[in-house]
C-alpha cells in the first residue's frame, strides 16, 4: 500500500491504496483521456455524502469498473 497525492476542487489530499488498484485506477483515467485528478474529482463528487473515505471510493470505483469489463 502507498499514499498517492490527488488535487481535488483545489485542495490537496491524499489516498492511500494497493498497487494494483492504483495501476487500475491510472489505466481508467488513462482509457478516459482524463487526468488522475480529474477521475478523482469525479468520483469524489459521485459519492456525495456518502460514508467512507476517497480510497475505499476509488478501491469501488475500480471495481465496478473491472466488474463492467469482464463478459
Known amino acids: ?3 498517492h ?7 490537496q ?3 492511500t491504496v ?3 488498484f ?3 485506477f491510472k ?3 488513462r482509457a478516459r483521456s482524463m487526468t488522475l485528478n480529474s477521475l478523482a474529482t ?7 455524502d456518502a460514508t467512507g473515505n476517497l480510497s475505499s471510493a476509488i478501491r469501488v470505483h475500480v471495481l465496478k469498473n473491472a466488474l463492467s469489463s469482464t463478459p
Open 42 to 48: 469525479e468520483i469524489d463528487t459521485a459519492r456525495g
Open 18 to 20: 494497493e498497487d494494483a
Open 13 to 15: 489530499t491524499s489516498v
Open 22 to 24: 492504483w495501476d487500475a
Open 27 to 29: 489505466d481508467i483515467a
Open 5 to 11: 497525492s490527488l488535487l481535488i476542487a483545489g485542495h
Open 1 to 3: 500500500m502507498r499514499k
